[in-house]
């Protein structure tokens, strides 16, 4: 039950980003709900895809279609109050990232891959939604810019490893790594921590 009210967290802040964006581009309700949907599902659906899950999760628990058509619902009716909330979009993304990770791993876990092929679904789930949604807005995706993103999913799943190596209970292990994600990505944008760029001494 704690991993499925993860995933379904994870589910409506993903969907929430992707309406938050959708509006920004002044997309009619159906392009808002597609959006909504594929930055959602669009990571999961790709780890299905690659550890072999058929059909993929979304088509067996129809309980996310209806929790993303809902909070698409709710997302447009309050969507003035969603954006008194400072940078309501980072917010959105970044709970995303870190429930989406452990989404992911825990499904590598489930299918007996090793940790660094977990860290690497984890990783998947968590962004790939995120990138579908800003192709299709035309944006660069946030994965690919300067911003650190997909770093904080490996280094929370690494968390999530070296934890459980310890005697505490899973449970909080998951809930740790998730909240180390959130942190380090907050304070990364806060103190703007980047990547090196390897473009800054070129004429």
């Not at 309980?63 to 909330?85: D, E, N, S, W």
């Not at 989406?100 to 825990?106: H, K, N, P, Q, R």
């Not at 944006?139 to 505490?168: D, N, W």
Request: with cysteine.
């Amino acid at each position: 039950m704690f991993y499925f009210i993860i995933d379904i967290l994870g589910t409506i802040a993903f969907a929430i980003s992707g309406v938050l964006v959708a509006m920004d581009k002044r997309l009619d309700v159906f392009g808002v709900l597609i959006i909504a949907f594929v930055t959602a599902v669009g990571g999961g659906t790709l780890r299905d895809l690659l550890i072999g899950i058929k059909p993929v999760g979304w088509l067996n628990a129809p309980v996310h279609l209806l929790i993303i058509v809902v909070t698409v619902m709710l997302a447009i009716i309050f969507v003035k109050q969603l954006k008194y909330v400072r940078k309501s979009l980072f917010l959105f993304d970044t709970i995303g990232i870190g429930l989406y990770t452990m989404v992911g791993i825990e499904k590598g876990l489930a299918a007996d891959l090793l940790p660094v092929m977990c860290i690497a679904l984890g990783t998947i789930t968590a962004c790939f939604g995120g990138v579908i949604r800003d192709i299709l807005c035309n944006e660069i995706p946030v994965i690919f810019r300067k911003e650190i993103y997909a770093t904080v999913c490996i280094l929370g799943g690494l968390v999530y490893f070296v934890l459980i190596q310890f005697p505490i209970n899973d449970t909080i292990a998951y809930s740790l790594a998730i909240l180390t994600i959130i942190i380090m990505r907050v304070l990364a944008v806060r103190f703007k921590i980047s990547l090196p760029n390897i473009y800054r001494n070129q004429a």
